[in-house]
């Protein structure tokens, strides 16, 4: 099992800056990739940013210029920096981990969510 932990969500003004961390623990799993996502009440998760094994990132449109995502690798630990915050950044932002795990007849790739952090921008 990967344990998945998220931090540094707050209330913040309009045009301020947050960092969230994301960091993944647990016995003999492997990272693929590692994301964040959000949910705003009345909508549906969407992916914000998310960095492959590789370094390939990608992020949805509305955050480009603004978000970084970023990695730790000796920490299995990812970074979001958000700046320029506006009023419709106001989420739950959840940490998504895809990994390989080992299984009693190989391994298989499963998807682990942190418990989310509140980040709420006001006007």
């Known amino acids: 099992q990967v344990h998945v932990v998220e931090s540094g969500g707050a209330v913040v003004q309009a045009g301020g800056s947050l960092r969230l961390s994301c960091s993944a623990s647990g016995n003999s799993f492997s990272v693929n990739a590692m994301a964040w996502y959000r949910q705003a009440p009345g909508n549906q998760r969407e992916l914000v940013a998310r960095i492959s094994g590789r370094d390939t990132i990608n992020y949805v449109d509305s955050v480009k210029g603004r978000f970084t995502i970023s990695r730790d690798n000796t920490k299995n630990t990812i970074y979001l920096q958000m700046n320029s915050l506006q009023p419709e950044d106001t989420a739950i932002y959840y940490c998504?981990?895809?990994?390989?795990?080992?299984?009693?007849?190989?391994?298989?790739?499963?998807?682990?969510w942190g418990q989310g952090t509140q980040v709420t921008v006001s006007s």
């Open positions: 998504n981990v895809n990994a390989r795990v080992p299984t009693a007849w190989g391994s298989r790739v499963n998807d682990y």
